[in-house]
């Protein structure tokens, strides 16, 4: 779930980030900015881990989670460990991926989709 993966990304922390809001920071936790004809998954460890040890939470390769894709899901759902639209056409995706851009990296500020 959806919900599952932001509580262990964010590690307990309340910031953008698991490591802070500083996103000149992303580079010693996250792979990212590559381009599709160099890049690619990188071994999972390489950069720093989250306060409770998880590596690559915030980028490296998306990570699927169960809850289905619903358009205004989260604005009516309960705010402590919603479960995620019961059905849909889309699974949501978090994390971030090496091919991504910094700026679309944050763990929780928006749902991608696949």
Request: contains cysteine; hydrophobic residues 30%; proline residues 4%.
């Amino acid at each position: 779930m959806r919900s599952l993966w932001e509580y262990a990304a964010h590690a307990g922390t309340t910031t953008a980030y698991s490591f802070g809001d500083n996103i000149s920071d992303l580079g010693r936790y996250a792979w990212y900015g590559e381009d599709f004809a160099s890049g690619g998954t990188h071994p999972v460890g390489q950069k720093l881990s989250n306060p409770w040890g998880l590596c690559d939470v915030h980028g490296n390769a998306w990570e699927w989670v169960q809850d289905w894709y619903g358009e205004n899901y989260y604005a009516q759902s309960p705010s402590t460990d919603p479960k995620g639209s019961a059905s849909g056409s889309q699974r949501i995706v978090r994390g971030g991926s090496w091919h991504q851009t910094a700026d679309r990296q944050l763990a929780q500020l928006f749902p991608q989709i696949l």
